[in-house]
Every structure is written in C-alpha cells, then in structure tokens.
Nanobody, 126 residues
Framework: QVQLVESGGGLVQVGGSLRLSCAAS????????MGWFRQAPGKEREFVAG????????SYGDSVKGRFTVSNDNAKNTLYLQMNSLKPEDTAVYYC???????????????????WGQGTQVTVSS
C-alpha cells in the first residue's frame, strides 16, 4: 500500500503561481511513476503531469505545457507540481496518483495509476 497526501492548494489570482506537494508513505519503494490529475465540476478527470520515479522522465497535458513543472524528491518521497501563469480554467481539485511495479512510459490515464490522494482544491480568480 502507498498513501498519498496532497498539500499546497488555495486561492490565487490570474497569472499567479502555486506549488502543490504530494507526500508518499508506505511501500514507497515500489513506486514507479507518479502523476497529477485534476477535475473541475462537471468535467472528467484530466491528466496534468507525470514523472517516472527513477530517471525523471516527464509528461504533460497539452493545456499545461510551458506553464507547469512536475518534479520529485526521492529522498523525501515527495512529488511537486509548480504551477505558473495560472488561468481561471486551471480551477479544479488536483489529485496526486502513484503507479507501482511498472516499467514503461509515464502513464497519462486514470487507469494507469493504482493509488490516489484525496485531492487539494486550486481556485484561480479573475
């Protein structure tokens, strides 16, 4: 089992920045990749960014490329998402996810991950 706890969400103005964190605990040695997803009211959960835990290859959703940066700190078992130039359409609940015992490209779909956090709200006001 892997437990994930997100933090860092909040209210920010258009053009502002936020950094989300996701602390992993439990059987973290089994983690192969981690990702961020988001879900706005009435919309499907959307892939935001992901990173392979060893090696650090990354993948981004088209809507956040050039504005968001995903990173990890293996020693702290923590995943980060630096969000810059925020837009109102970035408003959503952001979820952290982990994939264990996996070899391959960073998963970009919901079904590609087997552990999820509870989510943290990000609201971008205009």
């Amino acid at each position: 089992q892997v437990q994930l706890v997100e933090s860092g969400g909040g209210l920010v103005q258009v053009g502002g920045s936020l950094r989300l964190s996701c602390a992993a605990s439990g059987r973290t040695f089994s983690t192969s990749a981690m990702g961020w997803f988001r879900q706005a009211p009435g919309k499907e959960r959307e892939f935001v960014a992901g990173i392979s835990w060893i090696g650090g290859s990354t993948s981004y959703g088209d809507s956040v490329k050039g504005r968001f940066t995903v990173s990890n700190d293996n020693a702290k078992n923590t995943l980060y998402l630096q969000m810059n130039s925020l837009k109102p359409e970035d408003t959503a609940v952001y979820y952290c996810a982990a994939k264990t015992y996996y070899i391959g490209l960073v998963p970009t779909t919901n079904t590609g991950y087997n552990y999820w956090g509870q989510g943290t709200q990000v609201t971008v006001s205009s």
